[in-house]
């Protein structure tokens, strides 16, 4: 942008004019906003996805750090573990109490069991047949890779 506009002083006015809210509203003509007066009736960016997605994988990543066990896992089980409390939330994923007890022992096909044998693996489809592949046997399913090549 080949602009003098300060930024820093524009946002801040934007700011004051527009409010700063963490929750949808509707603004004062009925279009669901949030933010600092974000049209949530516009598409998108991929960058504002992208950063939406960092940003939710960090919180589950904090979440799943809650649990001692969770350090000592290798990556493909954190994956799992993140991946879960990320569709789930905390309250939803601490509800798995047979399954967390069962990681918490290295129990992987304990803990595989439990998930199938729950309301989740009836609701997300394949994501939880290659979750509970990756938790049994702590090997990345890669038929699931995107078509890019690249991993999750």
Avoid: C
């Avoid at 950063?51 to 919180?59: E, G, V, W």
């Avoid at 069991?113 to 990345?140: C, F, N, P």
Wanted: no cysteine; charged share 30%; net charge neutral.
């Amino acid at each position: 942008m080949d602009s003098k506009i300060d930024m820093d002083i524009l946002a801040d006015q934007l700011e004051r004019h527009e409010g700063r809210r963490p929750l949808p509203y509707k603004d004062s003509v009925g279009v669901l906003t949030v933010g600092v007066g974000r049209n949530l009736e516009r598409p998108l960016s991929e960058d504002e996805i992208d950063l939406m997605l960092s940003n939710d994988i960090k919180a589950a990543a904090k979440d799943a750090e809650k649990f001692l066990w969770f350090s000592g896992l290798d990556g493909i089980r954190q994956q799992v573990v993140v991946n879960m409390l990320f569709n789930l939330g905390w309250k939803r994923f601490t509800g798995f109490r047979k399954m967390i007890a069962a990681i918490e022992d290295r129990d992987w096909e304990r803990a595989a069991v439990e998930m199938k044998d729950s309301k989740w693996y009836t609701q997300v489809g394949y994501r939880a047949d290659e979750l509970i592949h990756m938790m049994r046997t702590g090997i990345q399913n890669y038929r699931y890779r995107y078509k890019t090549g690249g991993g999750f």
